[in-house]
T-cell receptor, first 115, second 115 residues
């Protein structure tokens, strides 16, 4: 079946530190991969996505590369800010013929950035 | 502005009562979804609809019901049969292309508390 596994948090970093949040997946076919971010008390916002192998999604200094050989989509940022404190969700959409295309989410990783 | 609205933001109900959560979108999206989020867990799919007057059960549909009479509206009813309804409920919508789902966009959520 389809599943997403992401590193458990919470992750606590100092401002300007390098961030990596690991995400691996199991899927049938060729899924699309997403990172969503959730700020306290709010809904989810799309952060970035990649739809095929070797694609790199990027937004607001965050990057993730779709690695089919390692079934991974790790999120990285070179220098985090206090405003990046949030919960980050990795997700996949199966995208095979006849798929209902529902998103399958990891459990989320809470990031706290200290000044 | 285009987007997804959910109301109310906070909702309280007594045990044994049904309650309906509203979700409206003006993005002209065909597909709409309801997710449930519990602390420390990812999102779990309750129901989804890819077209008006049609919807399917997700992973945790028991104790919930939906309707899709209009493209822009997808209300969720939490019935008294739902054993543990206290949670954060998120509505989402997306376009569909050739049966595959594009990026899902989320509303701000409704926090339901059963007293």
């Amino acid at each position: 079946g389809n599943s997403v596994t992401q590193m458990e948090g919470p992750v606590t970093l100092s401002e300007e530190a390098f961030l990596t949040i690991n995400c691996t997946y199991t899927a049938t076919g060729y899924p699309s991969l997403f990172w969503y971010v959730q700020y306290p008390g709010e809904g989810l916002q799309l952060l970035l996505k990649a739809t095929k192998a070797d694609d790199k999604g990027s937004n607001k200094g965050f990057e993730a590369t779709y690695r089919k050989e390692t079934t991974s989509f790790h999120l990285e940022k070179g220098s985090v800010q206090v405003s990046d404190s949030a919960v980050y969700f990795c997700a996949l959409s199966p995208n095979y013929g006849g798929s209902q295309g529902n998103l399958i989410f990891g459990k989320g990783t809470k990031l706290s950035v200290k000044p | 502005d285009g987007g997804i609205t959910q109301s109310p933001k906070y909702l309280f109900r007594k045990e044994g009562q049904n309650v309906t959560l509203s979700c409206e979108q003006n993005l002209n999206h065909d597909a709409m979804y309801w997710y449930r989020q519990d602390p420390g867990q990812g999102l779990r799919l309750i129901y989804y609809s890819q077209i008006v007057n049609d919807f399917q059960k997700g992973d945790i549909a028991e104790g919930y019901s939906v309707s899709r009479e209009k493209k822009e509206s997808f209300p969720l009813t939490v019935t008294s049969a739902q054993k543990n309804p206290t949670a954060f409920y998120l509505c989402a919508s997306s376009t569909t292309t050739g049966g595959n789902v594009d990026t899902q966009y989320f509303g701000p959520g409704t926090r339901l508390t059963v007293l």
